[in-house]
């Protein structure tokens, strides 16, 4: 396979070119003619609000992510009044963390709450829109091919 910024020979199935380090790793599916089929962009399935990890979402994880935040919270500044040393401080960056993920997780669970409520139960098939095919480098400049380019006479009478 070649590299189509270089014209570098390269493995099958590499990646990236051992050149330029252009990524080629689409080339044999273009030269092929084969779309990539994307992967589908929400963690929705079956009309359930899924984590990253593929479990559902459900309204109990959110507040026990966001009060765990809160009891983190709570026993650093304990720790603090007792022992009064610096470290209790870094007890704080699980507490955010953990009250920001609850939150973020809430505010997923009602948008998809919302768009559950808004949109139409789906019939039949889902129709995926193929994307449209890049443009080619020349596209458009064959028409200029015939074309002069208009010149520009000076006068030098005027003054």
Known sequence: MFCPKCATQNLDGAS????????ISLVPQALSGQLVQPQPPM????????????RELT????FKNFFMGIAFIIISL??????GQVWWFWMLIP?????????A?????????KRASLAPPPVGRSFVETP???A???EGTTRHLGVEAPTRHLDHERR
């Open 95 to 103: 507490a955010f963390s953990l009250m920001a993920t609850g939150l």
């Open 59 to 62: 309204l109990e994880q959110p």
């Open 136 to 138: 080619s480098v020349t």
């Open 132 to 134: 449209r095919p890049v």
């Open 105 to 113: 997780q809430f505010i997923r669970l009602q948008e998809h709450s």
């Open 43 to 54: 963690t929705e399935v079956d009309g359930a609000c899924r984590t990253r990890r593929g």
């Open 16 to 23: 990236f070119c051992r050149s330029c380090g252009a990524n």
């Open 78 to 83: 304990v720790l603090s009044r007792t022992i």
